[in-house]
């Protein structure tokens, strides 16, 4: 198909789902950014398919527990600078039907799509069937941890659909792994795609032991335990098997000599078969150093020069919610979202690491509506037990606040330190303003949906904008 | 004279799904806040049994996992468990450990997975995935909570006894409205959660009997201030009562 050519069943799609987006926002139900891509791909199940072929620069698929609403964000951000008109599911609505909406947002009535190249964030499970659809010549496989287990059945499965999906990959695919998570290497062994290790070749931010939230270190081959000689996040490390001997590959592009600076930034090195390129990332915490160095990685294979690459990640603000700065009232708080147990992990570790234990009221909100995880047994496997020792007061709020609550007095924290509040988040947060000193710090950290409703009272209010509006 | 008591942690490396730890955490915290001096010692594959355990811990796995111990549990290691479970040991195992602690279980392909009977039961592979909010009433420990997740369906056979009848959720199969299993101080069920921290009178029951296993003369366990447990409870039952 030429992109002159007029598909009339792909018009109709556009326009019913255009249609359907715009009723949505002017009922003001929300952002209207999956159910527009429902309706659209009822009407025409090729549709993405159609639109895809017709990007110039072709289009780049970021899959991964954690991570990729940020990751994605750089790569966008990245193209942006490099002078491309992105198509990306920006506002994080990464199933099927969320795609779709966005390259319906980007299309002419005719059913031709307006941008270079698309930028796609896949949900887990959805990933086989956007890999599909998009054919995109560039998939980063991040990572796999446990998440809101209750949703997909148990990681296995998910690994096995991922095995099924890169088996089948033309060779002119290009497919990066984090080497430094086992289970993709393995799963990617085989594939006939051209695969690009990544991982972290750091010598001062690593973990003495396995967190509880990282599955067992077993050999996803022989089943022989899995030993590291460096550990840096949950599972993630370099690691080699005690039974089969297999390690992990050499890396393409690694990153170290990492400066964590607390919760505002990052500097650190990447070496790549080009040469080593240091850089700043504007958003912090090692879990970050992971999104950029994937992103990095992502642009390189797109031929992006490392200037390009460097300078918007120095500038690199990060998704809504996922961690953000507000001033409410003459107080500086730190909005971070929790979604799962390394997630989780991670902010406490950035929350405490220049001084040691947490030093600011915090609140932390746990909603258990779906795309939360109906679940929360998962606040049992975070390690709650370093924030017993430290000065800030904890409040919980949320649908399951008083889990939370009672999480934190099992992980050792004093009973006068923990306050659990009305399970009404806007209720919540007024009680919670009210006890932090005027030009102090606070932390809000909240749980996906409880995160959405937070930034609707914000937003009520004037404080930050609808997410769909950045 | 400080008392003391050593919890069993059953493959804690290798089964521990849906933050099944809480309960080994709830266990040892509420030990310490009464100056019981609660030990941990972890039972992995090829390790045997260690003499002295008053309360063992099963969690749940993946199936991958699962596999590997019921090898590793054949023999002599299920016949240790077996026997100190009839000496009066506490057991508490969740969801994979339980149905390994029946007469087995069988997937949907592939061989069944051998138990040791403790609890004379057996579990099948089911069709379906149970997945929620869980509420059962049992004759000795009143209202339990959980949250199962689940596809295994487990049937109790001649007098083995539920732990209780379900009020919300699907239980060990769907059908015949029970929860769970109890055979002496052994308890096994589908209930994640984590149980234990908001079940703090389950909790309590686990460490007395494990208590009453290692010293012959045992006062009642102190009250302790359960407030924060109980609104955790409360909340996870009303959870269980709202869902669809």
Excluded at chain 1, 261 to 283: F, I, K, P
Aim: proline fraction near 4%; hydrophobic fraction near 40%.
């Amino acid at each position: 198909m030429t992109k002159s050519s007029f598909d009339p069943r792909l018009a109709l799609s556009v326009v019913g789902g255009k249609l359907t987006g715009t009723a949505i926002r002017l009922v003001g139900r929300g952002g209207g950014t999956a159910a527009p891509g429902l309706v659209a791909d009822k009407v025409d199940t090729g549709l993405l398919t159609k639109l895809s072929a017709q990007l110039p620069q072709g289009a780049v698929l970021v899959a991964g527990t954690n991570g990729k609403t940020t990751t994605t964000r750089m790569i966008a951000d990245i193209f942006q600078a490099n002078s491309w008109q992105v198509v990306h599911n920006r506002s994080g609505s990464n199933l099927v039907r969320g795609v779709v909406a966005a390259y319906l947002g980007q299309s002419t009535p005719g059913g031709h799509i307006r941008g270079d190249i698309g930028v796609i964030e896949a949900d887990e499970a959805a990933m086989p069937e956007l890999v599909r659809r998009i054919q995109p010549q560039v998939i980063v496989l991040n990572n796999l941890f446990r998440d809101q287990l209750d949703r997909y059945g148990e990681l296995d499965t998910i690994a096995k659909s991922w095995q099924k999906v890169v088996a089948q990959l033309s060779p002119e695919v290009t497919l990066i792994v984090n080497a430094d998570d086992q289970t993709l290497v393995a799963l990617t062994d085989n594939t006939p795609a051209t695969r690009i290790c990544i991982g972290l070749n750091e010598a001062h931010h690593r973990l003495e032991s396995l967190p509880h939230a990282a599955d067992a270190a077993v050999c996803r081959v022989c089943g022989a335990d899995l030993e590291y000689r460096a550990l840096y996040l949950s599972h993630l490390g370099e690691w080699y098997c005690t039974g089969c001997g297999r390690e992990r590959p050499s890396l393409a592009f690694a990153a170290g000599d990492i400066a964590l600076h607390g919760d505002r930034n990052s500097e650190m090195t990447v070496t790549a078969t080009d040469g080593a390129h240091r850089l700043t990332v504007g958003v912090p915490g090692l879990y970050n150093a992971y999104n950029a160095l994937a992103s990095a990685a992502v642009a390189r294979a797109f031929g992006v020069p490392w200037d390009v690459i460097t300078s918007t990640l120095t500038g690199f603000q990060s998704a809504f919610g996922r961690i953000e700065r507000i001033q409410y009232q003459n107080r500086s708080i730190t909005l971070a979202l929790v979604k799962n147990p390394t997630g989780f992990n991670e902010v406490l570790r950035m929350l405490t690491a220049e001084t040691g234990a947490l030093r600011h009221p915090t609140i932390i909100c746990i909603n258990d509506l779906d795309a939360d995880g109906r679940d929360v047994s998962w606040l049992w496997d975070v390690d709650f037990e370093l924030l017993a020792e430290g000065t800030g007061d904890l409040f919980t709020t949320g649908i399951r606040g008083a889990d939370m609550a009672n999480r934190l007095k099992y992980a050792g924290v004093p009973l006068t330190r923990i306050h659990p509040l009305s399970d009404d988040l806007a209720a919540a947060f007024d009680a919670f303003i009210q006890q932090v000193p005027e030009g102090a710090s606070a932390y809000i950290l909240p749980s996906y949906t409880a995160m959405l409703r937070l930034r609707k009272t914000l937003a009520d209010r004037g404080i930050v904008q609808e997410f769909w509006e950045q | 004279m400080t008392m003391q008591i050593t919890i069993g942690w059953l493959y804690g490396a290798k089964m521990n799904i849906y933050g099944d730890r809480g309960n080994v955490v709830a266990l040892q915290q509420r030990a310490r806040w009464r100056g019981v001096d609660a030990q941990v010692q972890e039972i992995g594959i090829g390790e045997p049994v260690p003499a002295g355990i008053d309360i063992f811990f099963w969690g749940g796995g993946q199936d991958q996992e699962q596999v590997a111990v019921a090898k590793d549990i054949a023999g002599a290691k299920g016949e240790a468990i077996r026997e100190a479970v009839e000496r009066g040991a506490a057991l508490l195992s969740i969801c994979g450990g339980y149905q390994l602690l029946g007469h087995g279980y069988q997937p949907h392909d592939g061989e069944m997975l051998g138990g040791i009977g403790v609890f004379d039961a057996i579990s099948t592979a089911g069709p379906t995935r149970f997945i929620g909010n869980v509420t059962i009433e049992s004759p000795r420990f009143n209202t339990l909570v959980g949250f199962e997740n689940h596809s295994g369906l487990t049937t109790l056979q001649g007098d083995c006894q539920p732990l209780g009848k379900v009020v919300h959720g699907h239980g060990n199969n769907g059908r015949d409205g029970t929860e769970g299993a109890i055979y002496k101080n052994a308890i096994g069920c589908y209930l994640h959660g984590a149980l234990l921290p908001k079940n703090p009178h389950l909790t309590d029951w686990l460490l007395q009997s494990g208590l009453r296993h290692r010293y012959t003369e045992v006062d009642d366990l102190t009250p302790l201030d359960d407030a924060l447990e109980f609104l955790a409870h409360e909340n996870a039952l009303s959870r269980s009562r709202t869902q669809t």
